[in-house]
């Protein structure tokens, strides 16, 4: 579903990615580990539009999509949850998730949503910036999905997360992928959140691909020494 090959991009004059070749099946999920300053949130950026690419190609599904734009590749099926999730604060979860509706067309999927994400119905009324860390990410992920992307791209979803939230999240994402054949492509530092959704794992290092692993090598603590230094 999605190619990458050489992919360069980077802030100004600075490069940050070098070279970035990867493929990711449809209905895959496959994770990418590394250091913070390696590339990784960059590479979302540049998958999504954010961040121009310099070089190299990005096809999705056999189309090239390297030169388009952020909201053309929404509508193509690319959805994005960025770090820190950037939810509307002053918005209702209700509005949220109706915002995400519209930039997909206005198809009326929220009770379907809402299925998947039970512990929205009782606060759909209650403003972004009066929730939980862990609630403000699960609105972010169902205001992605309500808009039926066909690539999820996650950017660090655990991050300050209480555990009991990270593991509804691993439960509704596996069943999101099971159900409608999600597609992931995930950040993470979390190896156990990464180890329980994602097949393989890239790893990469000052913006270049170093080594894609079976996801079940994390728990091979040489492995982790040898590509994360953990």
């Keep these: 579903m999605l190619e990458v090959n050489e992919l360069r991009s980077g802030y100004g004059r600075i490069p940050i990615l070098h070279g970035i070749t990867f493929t990711l099946?449809?209905?895959?999920?496959?994770?990418?580990?590394?250091?913070?300053?390696?590339?990784?949130?960059?590479?979302?950026?540049?998958?999504i539009g954010e961040v121009p690419a310099t070089g190299g190609s990005i096809h999705l599904s056999g189309r090239n999509i390297t030169r388009i734009g952020m909201a053309r590749r929404a509508r193509l099926g690319i959805g994005y949850v960025p770090q820190g999730r950037q939810i509307f604060p002053q918005l209702?979860?209700?509005?949220?998730?109706?915002?995400?509706?519209?930039?997909?067309?206005?198809k009326d999927e929220l009770q379907t949503m809402l299925a998947y994400f039970p512990a929205l119905q009782p606060i759909l009324d209650r403003p972004g910036a009066a929730l939980s860390g862990g609630q403000q990410q699960i609105l972010a992920l169902a205001r992605c999905l309500i808009g039926q992307p066909r690539i999820l791209l996650l950017d660090e979803p655990t991050e300050g997360i209480q555990p009991s939230i990270v593991r509804d999240i691993i439960d509704v994402l596996r069943r999101l992928q099971t159900a409608l054949g999600l597609t992931i492509l995930l950040v993470e530092q979390d190896l156990h959140f990464i180890s329980a959704l994602a097949s393989r794992v890239l790893?990469?290092?000052?913006?270049?691909?170093?080594?894609?692993?079976?996801?079940?090598?994390?728990?091979?603590?040489?492995?982790?020494?040898?590509?994360?230094?953990?």
């Design 25 to 47: 099946g449809a209905g895959e999920v496959i994770g990418v580990l590394g250091h913070n300053g390696m590339g990784k949130t960059t590479l979302l950026k540049t998958l």
């Design 92 to 106: 209702t979860v209700l509005e949220n998730l109706r915002l995400g509706e519209v930039a997909r067309g206005g």
């Design 203 to 230: 790893i990469i290092q000052r913006g270049r691909i170093i080594a894609n692993v079976e996801s079940k090598q994390l728990a091979n603590p040489l492995v982790v020494a040898e590509y994360l230094g953990m």
